[in-house]
């Protein structure tokens, strides 16, 4: 599966299903301070051309609408407080489940009078499906270190308009960040 296929698909989280989201920070950090950030650039040989450039821009465009809801104001990677990169990956999970039935009632099997056992039927089945998980980092630019980082999980679904897509990534990424800045505990 070619990288764009991957991008795609670790992104088509469900709308129909609850995202899975969790986020630690360094709790030393004053978020109140962080007002600025840039992407990180990534380094590419042919710098016009991304395998993965529908997903990059609707990844990039949800979370710029986000942190500038946030207050923080996009500029440049020099002066910016932070910078913010995301990666995605794709795990392979297995379901497994057994129903057992019991039909009808015999009163001259089983011990003592009136309970017995009826007619009993098992039924295995095992499922494979995906999950997609979207990771977003934000790196203090001043000391290199990583104050915070959010993480969004789904089981992956197709999705066939790019209008859909558009959505998904929207939802995954707005549920991405809506913990963010950090409220430490007791405050």
């Known amino acids: 599966m070619n990288k764009l296929l991957v991008i ?4 088509a989280l469900s709308a129909c ?15 109140n301070e962080v007002k600025t950030y840039a992407w990180v650039q990534k380094k590419t040989e042919d710098a ?10 609707r ?6 609408d986000q942190l500038q809801l946030k207050g923080l104001t996009k500029g440049d990677a020099a002066t910016a407080d932070i910078l913010v990169n995301y990666l995605t990956k794709v795990d392979k999970k297995i379901n497994v489940d057994t129903f057992n039935t019991n039909y009808g009632y015999n009163p001259y099997y089983g011990p003592g009078w009136g ?3 009826g007619v009993g039927h098992t039924q295995t089945t095992v499922r494979e499906y995906e999950v997609g998980t979207l990771i977003l980092d934000m790196v ?9 980082r959010g ?13 859909e897509r558009v959505e998904v990534v929207n939802e995954a ?3 991405l960040l809506l913990n963010y800045p950090p409220k430490p505990e007791g405050k």
Not at 17 to 31: A, E, I, R, W
Not at 152 to 157: E, K, L, P, Y
């Open 173 to 175: 990424v707005g549920a």
């Open 59 to 64: 990844v990039r465009k949800a979370v710029d």
């Open 17 to 31: 299903s609850s995202l899975k989201t969790s986020s630690d920070y360094d709790p030393g950090v004053n978020f």
């Open 8 to 11: 795609i698909a670790a992104l």
């Open 151 to 163: 993480s969004v999980a789904d089981t992956m679904r197709d999705k066939d308009t790019p209008e």
């Open 48 to 57: 016009t051309y991304h395998l993965d450039g529908l997903m990059d821009q």
């Open 115 to 117: 309970w017995g056992g």
């Open 140 to 148: 203090n630019t001043k000391t290199g270190k990583l104050i915070w």
